[in-house]
């Protein structure tokens, strides 16, 4: 996940640490790419992953809508609010991402 230097030190996020992405629809978990690639305020998960490949099993849509867009009637996945905050204190079975996979 690319995220920003300036949001990654906020969140006291350091780059390659395990990150826990969620928000009020579910969670995922991966690994945190800090660059100033994005701007602040924007997390950027790229490419396609199998949610079996990524730690917790789960992947970007776990943090999507079902509805649709009101222009198209289309999905409306490729923005969601989130948030994020660091896993690198060794809770990752605790709090939903585990790794080994």
Known sequence: MLIHPRDAGDRGIRPGDLVRVFND?????????????????LLVAEGLHWPRFSPGGKGANQLTSQRLTDQGETCAFHCSLVEVESRADHQERRNGCQTGY
Not at 28 to 41: E, H, I, K, M, W
Request: charged content about 20%; overall charge negative; some cysteine.
């Open 25 to 41: 629809r579910g969670e995922f978990c991966l690994y945190a790419q800090v660059t100033s690639d994005t701007q602040p305020g």
